[in-house]
Nanobody, 117 residues
Framework: QVQLVESGGGLVQAGGSLRLSCAAS????????MGWYRQAPGKQRELVAS???????NYADSVKGRFTISRDNAKNTVYLQMNGLKAEDTAVYYC???????????WGQGTQVTVSS
């Protein structure tokens, strides 16, 4: 089992920045990738950014150039730096950890990001 705890959400004006953190604990040695997803009211959950254990990153087109995913292996934490925030970035952001060999994944409880225009 992997436990994920997100933090860093909040209310920010358009054009501002936030940094989300996701601290992992438990069976973290088997994690092959971690990512950030978001879900806005009335919409499906969508991938925002991901990073593999090898350091490869992937971003949704809507956030490329504005968001950066990174990790601190010593702290077992993944970050999402969000710059140039827009009203359409408003959503609940969820952290996800994938264990490919075990064919399972884990989710955090979510953190609200609200961007006022």
């Amino acid at each position: 089992q992997v436990q994920l705890v997100e933090s860093g959400g909040g209310l920010v004006q358009a054009g501002g920045s936030l940094r989300l953190s996701c601290a992992a604990s438990g069976s973290i040695f088997s994690i092959t990738a971690m990512g950030w997803y978001r879900q806005a009211p009335g919409k499906q959950r969508e991938l925002v950014a991901s990073i593999t254990s090898g350091g490869s990153t992937n971003y949704a087109d809507s956030v490329k150039g504005r968001f950066t995913i990174s990790r601190d292996n010593a702290k077992n934490t993944v970050y999402l730096q969000m710059n140039g925030l827009k009203a359409e970035d408003t959503a609940v952001y969820y952290c996800n950890a994938v264990r490919s060999l075990l064919r399972d994944d884990s989710w955090g409880q979510g953190t609200q990001v609200t961007v006022s225009s």
